[in-house]
């Protein structure tokens, strides 16, 4: 009985060390946040031109 009971604890045990979240060291710097922020606001830009652009040649009908 024992042993079964051991064997459970061994396999739990195993199960957590497979499946544990491993941590990443990234270090984020301001750089990158100024410049995540400067490429959003650009992407925007262009998406939003993009629907103007559609809206200004084809207009409402196709």
């Known amino acids: ?12 045990l195993w199960l957590k060390k497979v ?3 491993k ?3 990234l270090q ?6 100024v410049v995540f922020k400067i ?4 992407e925007a830009l262009v998406l ?3 629907l103007c652009f559609f809206y200004l040649c ?3 009908h196709f």
């Not at 490429?39 to 650009?42: K, M, P």
């Open 58 to 60: 084809c207009g409402c």
């Open 39 to 42: 490429l959003s606001v650009a």
């Open 23 to 25: 941590r990443l060291d």
């Open 28 to 33: 984020t710097t301001i750089m990158d946040t």
């Open 48 to 50: 939003v031109s993009t």
């Open 1 to 12: 009985m024992e042993k079964i009971e051991k064997k459970k604890k061994k396999s739990k």
């Open 19 to 21: 499946f544990r979240w």
